[in-house]
């Protein structure tokens, strides 16, 4: 059967688009209230601070903040150091390095990594994100995001 | 207008302007229904009210000296629980009580399972009642970081960071609930608003509409009791009955508070302040979830990394949801509850869920491992043990709903105990285990062989 258009059909539509632009209105500059705002990238390089490579002396790793993000940064058996993102891949827990046992751990649910950031066990589903980590000659460690 | 005579005094001068009789009329004729069941099940919802007031109370207090910001949230707790004047107690209390609410919430939620007072026409009673119960989680989860100590810091980082497994809008939303792409003291004042105005003003409304269709509907009569039954006066009889478990209640919370001002020292339930939360520390080993979460914790750690062409994570809250969902939609799915027929198999599903979600609890914590005993041998005595203890348990529950209730459907109940059976003492993935406990009872449940018709397995009797 053809549907007639009258006169009340074309209010119930008006005032329903009306309604639903009204409640769009109200939601819309809530979203955008809640949504944060985007964090500047940071791209440059970070120097460690005197803490920072006390830290590393100690417990053979410091996590630095590098912008928004933090960054593990250990030394191995080797002496060689390595950067790799602190923010386990499975749930964001903060990993750490565990030099007796040359793994980094996530001691929220037991996440194993290697030297290289791979999962060697546990439930991780990727490997830790990698950090350009340099030494420059007079022993200042920096640490930037691995250009893509 | 009504009479002046009526009544005296205050009551009197009330009456004569607001015409209290309508009132009164139906308070006298409120009633709670008496059947086979026990009518102690029917004063869980109380306890649960009278915990929640509770922590209206000393959540107020609280706010008196608590000051969330990164350089006052540890310290105005730690001012609080070491400068204030009995500022300890009301803090235990607080925590105590919100423990005490998931626990007796709990309680009420089983019972109104296992009496299948869900049925119709009661189903939104048991959808908002479940709404409640996912409110008063996100209460205890929000409140956790208000202290701002590394246990609350790395329970939020892992909790919040589940959001993400959401299709489309995981990482918005993950971004709005903590006010950034990583837990900051922007989490915590989110949280705080959470857990001061918003869930608050959310849980006095679903509270006002649970109690509205409880009060339109009255208490459901017991299973297939369908015609005149006997009750009980709700006031004063049940009320008074009430009030006298609101005051032991009360003086249990007290002793606990008193006696374990921090927590019985589980993990999972301890509320020591511990250190300051420190977002360049890594995670400590042993941290754990409030006990309510654990399950799903240890759930996490049960996923490959990945499975079915998913992320492991992704898949397990989609499973977690996917059940989470079922379970709210329960009074639809039991179909000869809504008939007024006995439905064991819902019941079953109950004791089922209690095995499912008590095996993953216990080894998440740990039960029966042994310090400084290999990682790999360390987790099959710790599956073992508990699989022990979830069996044992099994069987004397069945064992008691087999003699004393008549129960006779235990094909879900005795799926999930295979389930534990297979992981823990044959050593087999828990959830290749899952898998094929759940093949065999669904192969079961088709050829009915452990089934018997019209069994009388879904009413909690005295």
Known sequence: ?148 | MSDQARYGGVLGWLDNRYDLQPLFRFLGHKEVPIGRHSLLWYFLGGATLFFFMVQVATGALLLMYYRPGEATSYESIRYITTKVPFGWLVRSVHCWSAHLMIVSLIVHMFSVLLLKAYRRPRELTWVSGYALFVIALCFGFSGYLLPWNELAYFATSVGTDSVKSVPVVGQWLLEVLRGGPDVTINTLYRFFSFHVVILPLAIVGLISLHLLFIQRQGMAPPIGETGPSRGMRFFPNFAMRDLLLWLACLLILLVLAVFLPYGPGVPGMEWQLGLKADPLAPAYPGIKPEWYFLWVYQLLKEFPPHILGLEGPQLCLLIVSVLGLLWGLIPWLDRRARAEQESPEFSDLGFAAVFFLLFLMLKAWDIGATKGADEAANLATVARTCAWIVVVLAVAINVVRATVYRHRWFLLSGTEVLHVVLHGFAGVPYLVAAVIAGALGGFALLVGRWRTPGADGGVVRE
């Not at chain 1, 565990?98 to 793994?103: K, M, N, R």
């Open chain 1, 1 to 148: 059967m053809a549907r007639t258009h009258t006169r009340r059909s074309f209010l119930d539509w008006l005032l329903g688009t009306t309604v639903l632009a009204w409640l769009a209105s109200i939601v819309y500059p809530v979203v955008r209230y809640l949504t944060p705002l985007p964090a500047p990238v940071h791209s440059g390089p970070e120097r460690l601070t005197r803490g920072d490579l006390n830290k590393l002396d100690e417990k053979s790793f410091a996590i630095v903040p590098l912008g928004r993000k933090r960054v593990l940064v250990f030394r191995d058996k080797k002496q060689q150091l390595h950067a790799f993102s602190a923010k386990c891949t499975h749930e964001g827990c903060t990993v750490q390095f565990v030099p007796a046992q040359s793994v980094v751990w996530c001691a929220c649910h037991n996440g194993h990594f290697d030297t290289e950031g791979r999962v060697i066990s546990g439930p991780p589903p990727r490997p830790l994100p990698a950090y350009v980590v340099t030494k420059d000659k007079d022993g200042n460690i920096f640490v930037a995001p691995e250009k893509a």
